[in-house]
C-alpha cells in the first residue's frame, strides 16, 4: 500500500532551500519515491493557511520504503541541511487500499 510523505513547509533560507531539494530529491528517487507535489502555496478553501507555508506531497510505494528513506545515509546530508534551511512538520500517512 503506498505511503505518502506530507510537508507543510516554512523556508528560513531560499539558498540552502535550493540545495536542500537537490540532495533531498536524489535520495527520494534512489528509495522508490516520488514527487506528487512540490512546494504548491495551497489555496485554501476552508481554514486558514499561512501565506509563508508551502506543501510537498511525496509518495513512496509503502511504509518501510519511506522510513527507509527518511533514515538514510542518502537523505542524512540534506535532513542536516534542512535544520538551517526550512521549518517544517513532516507526516507519514497510508494510502487507501484497493
Known amino acids: 500500500m503506498s505511503v505518502y510523505v506530507i510537508s507543510e513547509v516554512e ?3 531560499e539558498e ?3 540545495t536542500y531539494r537537490q540532495l533531498a ?4 528517487r534512489r528509495h522508490g519515491g516520488r514527487y506528487l507535489v512540490r512546494g504548491a502555496l495551497p489555496d485554501a478553501v476552508e ?5 509563508s507555508e508551502r506543501l510537498v ?5 509503502d511504509a518501510e520504503r519511506a522510513r527507509e528513506w527518511y533514515a538514510s545515509a542518502a537523505y542524512a546530508p540534506a535532513l542536516k541541511l534542512r535544520q538551517s ?3 517544517r ?3 507519514f ?6
Do not use: H, K
Open 11 to 13: 523556508v528560513l533560507d
Open 16 to 18: 540552502l532551500a535550493d
Open 25 to 28: 530529491e536524489d535520495s527520494i
Open 47 to 51: 481554514g486558514a493557511w499561512p501565506a
Open 57 to 61: 506531497v511525496l509518495e513512496f510505494p
Open 85 to 87: 534551511a526550512l521549518e
Open 89 to 91: 512538520r513532516l507526516l
Open 93 to 98: 500517512v497510508d494510502g487507501v487500499s484497493g
